[in-house]
Structures are given as C-alpha cells and as structure tokens.
C-alpha cells in the first residue's frame, strides 16, 4: 500500500494516465479488466486504496501457480538437485565436443 499516489478526494475522478498504480495495473491486468479500473478512476467514488487492494488481488491471482511451484521445489529439493544433473550432463557433452575440436585445431 506504499505505492505513491496523489491526494486528491475519494468522490472526485482520478488521473489514471499519471498514476503509479494504475501504470502497473495495466501491465498485469487484461484488457477487460484495464478498461474497468480506468473507468472507476474517471468515474470517482474510487479512491487509491481500492486501487492498491485491486492490485494486489491481481498480483496475488497472477502469480499462485508460480508460487506454488516454487514452494514445491522449495520443499523437494531433491528434484532440483536431479534437473541439475541432467543439465551438468548435457553440458558435459557439449563441452567435451568443443574442447576436443579446440586441441585438434590447437594441435595437442
């Protein structure tokens, strides 16, 4: 809720093409729901806390599968640990690749 907004009064419309909020609003939000915030800014009777609580209801909903992925993991490091080592090998062979092309050029 420390997102910077101006003072101007909960009935009055708001400035959607200068607020902080909206700004970021709409790179989350989809076009249908952009259109509504936008116009509950130039409506009024919508002040900047209902702005910031819709926000971060986006922000929460946008990203609860991403969360919940990283909690997996976080708590099965274990198949972190597996990804790794299927990369680390196909990196091995890779690399092996190259370096043998490398001191074949270079004459070792």
């Not at 400035?15 to 909206?22: E, G, L, P, S």
């Not at 209801?57 to 274990?78: G, H, V, W």
């Not at 370096?99 to 004459?107: C, D, E, I, Y």
Request: with cysteine; charged share 25%.
């Amino acid at each position: 809720m420390s997102i910077q907004t101006d003072s101007t009064p909960l009935e009055d419309p708001k400035d959607w093409k200068t607020c902080n909020c909206f700004a970021i609003y709409s790179l989350l939000a989809n076009a249908e729901q952009t259109a509504t915030m936008k116009a509950n800014y130039e409506n009024g009777n919508y002040g900047y806390g209902h702005a910031k609580q819709a926000l971060f209801e986006l922000i929460i909903d946008k990203f609860s599968e991403p969360r919940k992925r990283y909690n997996y993991f976080m708590n099965n490091l274990n198949e972190i640990d597996k990804a790794l080592a299927i990369g680390a090998e196909k990196a091995k062979l890779v690399a092996n690749n190259v370096l043998s092309r490398v001191r074949k050029k270079a004459g070792y």
